[in-house]
C-alpha cells in the first residue's frame, strides 16, 4: 500500500477534479504489476495496472492494493470494480472509501457480492492526507482552502502603499510556483491586483497554471491588468455584471452579505476542489474570522523589517504543523484540524 500511495502522488497536478489513486498487483509476494491515475479522463489507476501484468493468468491468484475504493460508475471511463471482478482477482485492499456519492461503498459491494475479500482502512490516514483536496470538497462541499503570504522578521505583509516585493527570498518564489502548478486556483483581491499587477502563472515550475479569482466589487482593475491576459482562465466576483467570455468571466454576487461563502459556492458547483489565498490582508483575514481555511503556509523573512506598513495575518489560536528553514526565510505552515 505505500507502494500504491507513492505511485498515486505522481498523478498530482495532472487529475483533478479527480482524486490521486494508486494500484499495486501483489502475487506470492512478489508485485507484477502497479499503476496511478495519470490524467484527467484517462484510464483509473486499477486498469494501468491490471495491463501491466505480462501473466494475465496469476491475477486469479493475487492480491490487488488500491489507494480509493474502485469506482462503480460509468464516468469517462468503465467502473473498475466491474473489471476487477472479470478479472478474478480474489483479494482487494482498500485504503480509504470513496465518499464521491456516485461511489460511497457500491464499489466495494460490487466486489464483495462476487465473492471478492475486501480489506478496508490499511493506511487510511496516510490515504486522507493524500487526498485532502478531494475528500474536503465532498465532506465541506467547498474547496481545500490554503492561505498563503510572506511577512518580514517584524510581522507586515507590505508597505503603507501596499508595495509588498520581494519580502521573500528567491527558493520561496520557486516553491510558490510548484504550489501554483498543484492547486485548481489562486484569488486575490482588489488591492493586491491593483498595486502587484500579478499574472498569478505558474512560470517557475513545471505544471499548469491555476485558475485567477479575483475579488473586485466595483470593477476597479483595468481590462489590460495581467489578469486578463487571457493566458489563462480568470473569473471575476463583482457587483456589477454576470458576463462570460472565453478565459475572462465575470459573476455578480450580493456584497451585502457574506462573499466568502457565495464564491465557495460557486467554486464548489464548478468542481474547483483546491484555493490558494495570496492575499492582501483583507481577504486572508476574512477568511480566517470566518474560520474557512484549512491551511496557512507563511514564509517569514530574515533579513528584510519595514517598521511600519500593514500587518500580516495573525493565527493567534493556531500552533504550526511544521517549520522549514530555507535560503533566508522560514516557512512555517499551520493546519486548521477543527475542518477535518
Excluded at 513545471?206 to 485558475?211: A, R
Aim: net charge negative; glycine share 6%.
Amino acid at each position: 500500500m505505500l507502494r500504491a500511495l507513492e505511485l498515486a502522488e505522481r498523478g498530482r497536478s495532472t487529475v483533478s477534479p479527480n482524486p490521486m489513486v494508486g494500484c499495486v498487483i501483489v502475487h506470492n509476494d512478489t508485485i507484477i504489476g502497479e499503476g496511478f491515475h495519470r490524467n484527467y479522463g484517462d484510464a483509473h489507476a486499477e486498469v494501468n495496472a491490471i495491463n501491466s501484468v505480462k501473466d494475465t493468468h496469476l491475477l486469479a491468484e493475487s492480491t490487488l492494493y488500491v489507494t480509493l475504493e474502485p469506482c462503480s460508475h460509468f464516468g469517462k471511463t468503465p467502473p473498475c470494480a466491474n473489471l476487477i471482478v472479470d478479472k478474478g482477482i480474489p483479494k482487494v485492499v482498500v485504503c480509504n472509501k470513496d465518499p464521491n456519492p456516485l461511489v460511497a461503498g457500491k464499489g466495494i459491494a460490487i466486489l464483495r457480492n462476487a465473492g471478492i475479500e475486501v480489506i478496508e482502512g490499511l493506511l487510511e490516514e496516510r490515504g486522507l492526507e493524500l487526498n485532502k483536496r478531494f475528500f474536503t470538497y465532498h465532506a465541506q462541499k467547498r474547496p481545500y482552502i490554503i492561505l498563503k503570504w510572506a511577512q518580514t522578521g517584524d510581522g507586515f505583509i507590505a508597505r503603507e502603499n501596499y508595495d509588498s516585493k520581494w519580502i521573500s527570498d528567491e527558493l520561496s518564489r520557486t516553491l510558490s510556483h510548484k504550489w501554483r502548478s498543484e492547486e485548481d486556483a489562486i484569488m486575490v483581491g482588489t488591492n493586491t491586483a491593483l498595486h502587484d499587477n500579478p499574472s498569478l502563472a505558474n512560470r517557475d515550475w513545471s505544471g499548469d497554471s491555476p485558475i485567477r479569482l479575483l475579488i473586485d466589487r466595483s470593477l476597479k482593475v483595468p481590462s489590460d491588468s495581467k489578469l486578463f491576459d487571457q493566458s489563462q482562465t480568470t473569473i471575476c466576483y463583482n457587483s456589477v455584471k454576470d458576463e462570460s467570455h472565453e478565459y475572462n468571466q465575470y459573476v455578480k454576487i450580493d456584497f451585502s452579505q457574506d462573499i466568502i461563502s457565495q464564491i465557495l459556492q460557486d467554486l464548489y458547483k464548478r468542481k474547483i476542489q483546491s484555493v490558494i489565498v495570496e492575499g492582501g490582508s483583507t481577504l486572508l483575514n476574512s477568511f480566517i474570522h470566518q474560520n474557512l481555511w484549512d491551511e496557512a503556509r507563511v514564509f517569514v523573512s530574515h533579513t528584510q523589517t519595514f517598521g511600519k506598513g500593514i500587518a500580516a495575518p495573525l493565527l493567534r489560536h493556531f500552533m504550526p504543523y511544521s517549520r522549514e528553514e530555507l535560503l533566508g526565510d522560514s516557512l512555517i505552515i499551520y493546519r486548521n484540524y477543527k475542518n477535518d
